[in-house]
């Protein structure tokens, strides 16, 4: 059982989603003793960008790529690796804008590779990360969760399930911004869901 914990906070330990998703960790490392566990900070190490530079790399042909080339295709390889080899995927989400941070947008562009994590046939868009769950932890100050504000968890749905990633739990910490009192609460909520989800 390999679990591959995804931290997108730029925050370190202050951050919340990745407390959570630490939590989900956890109790799945109860429920799975001897799970391998990777953790991948994209905060304290970002991953770079889709740029020009790297989509020349990424449309080269690996025979003949530079050196410079080959090295910024084997970061984006490294990170498909981790997913491959990953039972379950656990992913600390914050809300930046009513998006996802520039941090999981640059992990899911640099994972998302035609024939490697998905592929196009004559039925169309095929995932090719099968037989994979993931837990989603996220975090907001204010309060979106069923509502057309919230767009990252149709995104995040659309996109994992276009991978091949259909088994998808989601846990909210939402209002973290309305007051210290409504904070609380909604941490200790987090934490029944997260039982909830890792139980189901
Ligand atoms: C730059 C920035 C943008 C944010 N944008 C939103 C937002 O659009 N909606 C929202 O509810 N909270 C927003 N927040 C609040 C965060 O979602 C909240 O603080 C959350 O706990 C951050 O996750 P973290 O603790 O893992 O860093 C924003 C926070 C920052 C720093």
Redesign the pocket.
């Known amino acids: 059982m390999n679990i591959l914990q995804i931290n997108s906070?730029?925050?370190r330990d202050?951050?919340?989603?990745?407390r959570l998703a630490t939590r989900v960790v956890l109790r799945l490392r109860e429920a799975h003793p001897g799970a391998v566990v990777t953790v991948r900070d994209l905060g304290r190490a970002p991953h770079p960008e889709l740029d020009e530079a790297t989509l020349d790399a990424l449309f080269t042909p690996a025979e003949k790529r530079t050196p410079e080339q080959a090295a910024r295709v084997a970061l984006d390889d490294a990170l498909i690796a981790e997913i491959q080899a990953a039972d379950i995927v656990v992913l600390?989400v914050?809300?930046?804008?009513?998006g996802i941070s520039a941090q999981l947008k640059n992990w899911i562009d640099a994972i998302s590779r035609a024939g490697v994590t998905f592929r196009y046939s004559e039925k169309g868009p095929e995932g090719l990360l099968e037989g994979k769950k993931a837990f989603v932890a996220l975090?907001?100050?204010?309060?979106?969760r069923n509502t057309p504000a919230d767009s990252q968890v149709p995104y995040l749905r659309t996109v994992l399930a276009f991978l091949g990633i259909t088994d998808v739990h989601f846990v909210y910490?939402?209002g973290?911004?309305m007051g210290a009192e409504a904070a609380e609460k909604s941490i200790a909520s987090a934490h029944e869901q997260i039982e909830e989800a890792v139980a189901a």
């Open positions: 906070s730029p925050r202050a951050s919340q989603s990745t600390g914050p809300m930046y804008n009513f975090t907001r100050g204010g309060r979106y910490a939402e973290l911004a």
